[in-house]
C-alpha cells in the first residue's frame, strides 16, 4: 500500500507565503516523478507543478510559474511546493500524487495513479 499525507496548509494573506509538504510511505513503486494539484469550489482539479526523479526536471502550470517552486528530498520521501506571492485565487484544495510509470506527460491528471488526502490552503485578499 501507499500512502502519501499532505500537510502545511493554512489561512494566508495575499502576497503571503506557505510551503506544503508531502510524505510518502508504503511499498516502494514504479514512477517517473510526482506533482501537485488544486482543486478549487465547484472547479476541476487542475495541474500546479511536477518533477521528474530523474535529472530532477520541474514544470509548472502558468498561473503558478514564477510563484511556485516544487522540490524534492529523495532520502526522505518527501515533496515539498514552496508557495510565494499568493493570491486569493490560488485558495483550493492543494493534492500531491505519484505519476504512473512510464506515463510521460507531468501535465495530465490521468497519469497520476496514488493521491493524497488534500491540504486546504486559503489565500484572504
Known amino acids: 500500500q501507499v500512502q502519501l499525507v499532505e500537510s502545511g496548509g493554512g489561512l494566508v494573506q495575499a502576497g503571503g507565503s506557505l510551503r506544503l509538504s508531502c510524505a510518502a510511505s508504503?511499498?516502494?513503486?514504479?514512477?517517473?516523478?510526482m506533482g501537485w494539484f488544486r482543486q478549487a469550489p465547484g472547479k476541476e482539479r487542475e495541474f500546479v507543478a511536477a518533477i521528474r526523479f530523474s535529472g530532477g526536471s520541474t514544470y509548472y502550470a502558468d498561473s503558478v510559474k514564477g510563484r511556485f517552486t516544487i522540490s524534492r528530498i529523495n532520502t526522505k520521501n518527501t515533496l515539498y511546493l514552496q508557495m510565494n506571492s499568493l493570491k486569493p485565487e490560488d485558495t483550493a484544495v492543494y493534492f500531491c500524487?505519484?505519476?504512473?510509470?512510464?506515463?510521460?506527460?507531468?501535465?495530465?491528471?490521468?497519469?497520476?495513479?496514488?493521491w493524497g488526502q488534500g491540504t486546504q490552503v486559503t489565500v484572504s485578499s
Open positions: 508504503g511499498r516502494t513503486i514504479s514512477t517517473n516523478g
Open positions: 500524487a505519484y505519476q504512473r510509470p512510464g506515463y510521460m506527460d507531468p501535465y495530465n491528471i490521468v497519469g497520476y495513479n496514488y
